[in-house]
């Protein structure tokens, strides 16, 4: 075999180790990333849901693609509660002593 062959087949095989690598890494990365989701939502099932057994065999049932969507859906109602801004109430003097002094009281 002349070098030009040799070089192209050496690149070749390099390239696709690189890409053998890459979603290799990929998958760990996505793998550890839904282990942690699963372990938020049963931690989020305990402290709002008091650890319900049910739930917490439905969380264990769900599939990976099933955790990411809920996080989806419950990072979009986090940015819509963030974004959500209440109106300031202006109230007149005289009753907002009088709500202040039945507060005190």
Do not use: W
């Given at each position: 075999?002349?070098?030009?062959?040799?070089?192209?087949?050496?690149?070749?095989?390099?390239?696709?180790?690189?890409?053998?690598?890459?979603?290799?890494?990929?998958?760990?990365?996505?793998?550890?990333?839904?282990?942690?989701?699963?372990?938020?939502?049963?931690?989020?099932?305990?402290?709002?849901?008091?650890?319900?057994?049910?739930?917490?065999?439905?969380?264990?049932?769900?599939s990976?693609?099933?955790i990411?969507?809920?996080?989806?859906?419950?990072?979009?109602?986090?940015?819509?509660?963030?974004?959500?801004?209440?109106?300031?109430?202006?109230?007149?003097?005289?009753?907002?002593?009088?709500?202040?002094?039945?507060?005190?009281?």
């Amino acid at each position: 075999m002349d070098k030009k062959t040799l070089v192209g087949l050496g690149l070749s095989v390099a390239t696709a180790g690189v890409g053998v690598l890459l979603i290799a890494g990929f998958k760990t990365v996505r793998k550890f990333k839904i282990k942690r989701e699963r372990k938020q939502l049963k931690r989020y099932v305990k402290k709002y849901l008091k650890g319900d057994e049910k739930i917490m065999s439905i969380v264990d049932n769900l599939s990976n693609f099933q955790i990411r969507i809920l996080f989806k859906i419950i990072e979009k109602g986090r940015e819509k509660a963030e974004s959500i801004t209440l109106p300031d109430i202006k109230l007149p003097a005289g009753l907002e002593e009088k709500l202040s002094a039945i507060v005190d009281n």
